[in-house]
């Protein structure tokens, strides 16, 4: 899983200290973000607060664990992608 990749190069990073820090696998924003995903319910981060760490994380790993599924299920993706993380949907309309 692509998760744990990211885990990996966040702890080859002072920012991410493993040593404090729980595996990103048992966040709980990350399981639920991932239960939402996984069920197709929209997700809209409405708290006002600056996504950490582990969130951007687990919505990366999310992103590319997405596009390597439709790419398995037969779907040809000759470009690369562009995930845009925005503070607001605002500002997501904007561009």
């Not at 744990?4 to 595996?23: I, M």
């Not at 990366?60 to 949907?89: W, Y």
């Amino acid at each position: 899983m692509c998760l744990k990749s990211v885990q990996s190069a966040l702890w080859q990073d002072v920012t991410f200290n493993y040593k404090e820090e729980k595996p990103l696998f048992v966040n709980d924003w990350g399981v639920e973000f991932w239960k939402c995903y996984s069920s197709g319910i929209d997700i809209l981060e409405t708290s006002g607060t600056s996504s950490t760490l582990e969130q951007i994380a687990w919505m990366i790993s999310t992103a590319a664990d997405a596009m390597a599924r439709k790419e398995k299920d037969g779907l040809l993706l000759i470009s690369p992608f562009l995930l845009f993380l925005v503070p607001s949907q605002q500002k997501a309309a904007k561009n």
